[in-house]
């Protein structure tokens, strides 16, 4: 089959995930309060966890544009189960590309299969969108790395425990002393913090957790000093991408709801959607989510072409994330109280178009990043 013919079946697959078992069970992992491993499996079958893993690890190898769609679907099902997802596949995909043979042969099947979780540890607790701030130290030493510090706001930590984690090896050096690991978290000197409570999306399994003298083996340094900084921020223009399909396919799955409500519900004698103004709060709803997937495919094709997307990728973010913010509550408003039922997605949509507000660059590191790239 050629690569069109993969991409789309596999998306046809997805759909079917999205709407079969993740959504009818995204609302009771939110009450359990954990990642919905339920959904796992069929996620492995279809070849997500191996998305853009190369073929010669197993893996399918297809385009970011495939992913940024995967993301989309899945997303308008649960935001924290596609979160999850993806981060796993991304440390997948990392490893089959950065590791050494041997450390990728270690991790990557279970990766592949799901049994265990993968994460990428950026962020501590004084150290978020400032990454060349963060201070957990890497002390070289005969056999290795010795490594201490804390990670704080990191997806899938609550369970992780294949992680790709960035660390200083020289104080005050900042950007050009950041050096990459694989870090097992089954090993001594590895201690997991308490899953975050938070006002929801916790099937995003948003945690962090403490590295005490951890030694890391020399064939698990994946960038050395100096390359890692550079390494991270590349792949933040694929993460805000993938992030704004999410916000789409929130936005989009909202509006699908609102839409059937509006031909059952019958309010003054006629169904809702044949009221102008209800008519018009979807139309402008759907205009919007119709220019934010062209900014999604216009970095996605970026992305893909190995061209830099810096740009496109920030302002797809940044619109997709404001429209998920907007249009979210305004969906769930045209529903009337019907809304907010918990069989409905609103509520949690509404926390996942929070949780995108911040993660891989704010809002406001948004701007900041867009003036410097148009400014004159």
């Not at 009450?31 to 197993?58: K, M, N, S």
């Amino acid at each position: 089959m050629s690569p069109t013919t993969i991409e789309s079946l596999l998306l046809e697959r997805t759909a079917a995930l999205a709407r079969d078992q993740v959504a009818p069970q995204a609302a009771r992992w939110e009450h359990e309060r954990r990642i919905g491993h339920e959904a796992l499996a069929a996620a492995v079958e279809i070849g997500l966890t191996r998305l853009q893993v190369p073929v010669a690890f197993g893996g399918l190898d297809l385009s970011f544009g495939c992913k940024a769609r995967v993301a989309e679907l899945l997303a308008g099902a649960d935001f924290g189960f596609t979160m999850s997802l993806i981060n796993t596949q991304n440390v997948a995909a990392l490893l089959a590309r950065k590791a050494k043979p041997e450390v990728a042969a270690r991790y990557l099947p279970d990766l592949i299969a799901a049994r265990r979780l993968g994460c990428t540890a950026l962020t501590e607790p004084g150290a978020g969108s400032d990454f060349s701030a963060i201070t957990t130290l890497a002390t070289r030493c005969n056999s290795g790395w010795r490594i201490s510090g804390a990670k704080a706001w990191i997806t899938n930590a609550a369970q992780a425990d294949v992680v790709v984690l960035y660390a200083q090896t020289e104080p005050g050096a900042g950007a050009r002393g950041i050096a990459g690991f694989v870090i097992d978290g089954r090993r001594e000197g590895f201690e997991r913090d308490p899953a975050y409570a938070l006002g929801g999306q916790h099937t995003i399994g948003t945690g962090g957790f403490r590295l005490d003298g951890y030694l890391a083996h020399d064939d698990e340094l994946l960038y050395p000093p100096g390359a890692a900084f550079k390494a991270a921020m590349a792949s933040i223009n694929g993460a805000r991408t993938y992030i704004a399909a999410m916000c789409c396919g929130m936005v989009g799955e909202a509006l699908r709801v609102a839409s059937v409500y509006g031909e059952q519900r019958r309010s003054f004698g006629r169904a809702l959607a044949e009221h102008q103004g209800w008519r018009w709060r979807l139309a402008e709803a759907a205009s919007e989510l119709a220019a934010c997937r062209l900014m999604v495919a216009l970095a996605a094709g970026q992305i893909d072409a190995g061209q830099d997307a810096q740009l496109a990728a920030a302002q797809a973010k940044l619109l997709a994330t404001r429209l998920a913010e907007r249009q979210i509550p305004a969906l769930a408003q045209a529903m009337g109280a019907e809304g907010l039922r918990e069989h409905h997605p609103f509520a949690r949509h509404a926390m996942g178009a929070r949780v995108a507000g911040f993660v891989d660059g704010s809002t406001e590191m948004l701007l900041e990043r867009i003036s410097s790239v148009i400014r004159p």
